[in-house]
């Protein structure tokens, strides 16, 4: 079994999400044992991008930051490199498509397996174009996320029986398919995939209280929160990894409440 399917089997877990090399890699590193120590089941860091479209002003600010500071893809897996001699929860990429065309598809998931990346989401890919590199990720095991939203029952069912490692689900209510009039809501958006995959199921928060993190748990395997890291980094830089510590307890704890 996977290091991302063990992470799923002693309960609920829950995923921080930074972006790599902000403010610096060598905090990256700092934050990321600091988080693993802490509870965090699974890491998600996202890949510096100069055109970040699908992420809100404060992430991509916080990629720009990365950017100014030096960080580039090579460097971000040396990091990764490094930090795997300390750190054995699953590490998941986030990034977009063209940052691995330019790198090369098969240098990319060959330098993931080297650094025992363990998934990779690509923000920008749709499910109709995952062919595109899939059969590279499963060349060098790198496990391809796979998103849905609330959309048709059969696109939702569709996308959970060819995902791997978990299944990235965004909660947003009364979004319709295409060419459907199925409502389907946070809840039922993970039974409909679970229904047809074994696959786990973990919500996504832009930003969440602990009471939203507690409700969003009892829906689902697990919850991804993405702003909690970065907005303490952008607030207290260096001296942020105290707090982020304490931040990851208390997620952690939320999801975990019953």
């Known amino acids: 079994m996977s290091r991302i399917g063990k992470a799923f089997q002693s309960g609920k877990v829950f995923i921080p999400f930074l972006i790599g090399g902000d403010p610096s890699l060598e905090m990256t590193g700092e934050l990321i044992c600091a988080m693993a120590g802490a509870g965090a089941d699974l890491i998600e860091i996202g890949v510096p991008f100069s055109d970040p479209v699908a992420e809100s002003a404060a992430l991509q600010a916080a990629g720009g930051r990365a950017l100014a500071a030096g960080c580039?893809?090579?460097?971000?897996?040396?990091?990764?490199?490094?930090?795997?001699?300390e750190v054995e929860v699953p590490l998941v990429f986030v990034t977009y498509a063209n940052s691995i065309y330019t790198y090369g598809k098969e240098a990319f998931m060959r330098r993931c397996r080297e650094s025992r990346v363990d998934g990779l989401m690509v923000q920008d890919l749709p499910y109709e174009?995952?062919?595109?590199?899939?059969?590279?990720?499963?060349?060098?095991g790198v496990d391809l996320i796979?998103?849905?939203?609330?959309?048709?029952?059969?696109?939702?069912?569709?996308?959970?029986?060819?995902?791997?490692?978990?299944?990235?689900?965004?909660?947003s209510k009364d979004v319709l398919g295409?060419?459907?009039?199925?409502k389907v809501d946070t809840g039922e958006l993970v039974r409909l995939a679970k229904a047809v995959s074994g696959i786990p199921g973990v919500l996504a928060l832009d930003g969440g209280s602990l009471e939203q993190v507690k409700a969003m748990a009892a829906l689902a395997d697990g919850v991804i929160e993405r702003h909690g890291v970065s907005e303490l980094v952008d607030r207290y830089g260096t001296d942020s990894v105290g707090l982020v510590v304490e931040y990851v307890r208390k997620m952690k704890d939320a999801v975990q409440e019953r």
């Open 129 to 140: 174009e995952k062919e595109e590199i899939s059969p590279e990720c499963e060349q060098y």
């Open 146 to 171: 796979s998103v849905t939203v609330p959309a048709s029952h059969e696109r939702i069912q569709m996308i959970a029986k060819e995902a791997k490692g978990f299944l990235y689900c965004v909660p």
């Open 72 to 85: 580039t893809t090579d460097k971000l897996f040396d990091l990764v490199a490094k930090v795997r001699k």
């Open 178 to 182: 295409a060419g459907s009039r199925e």
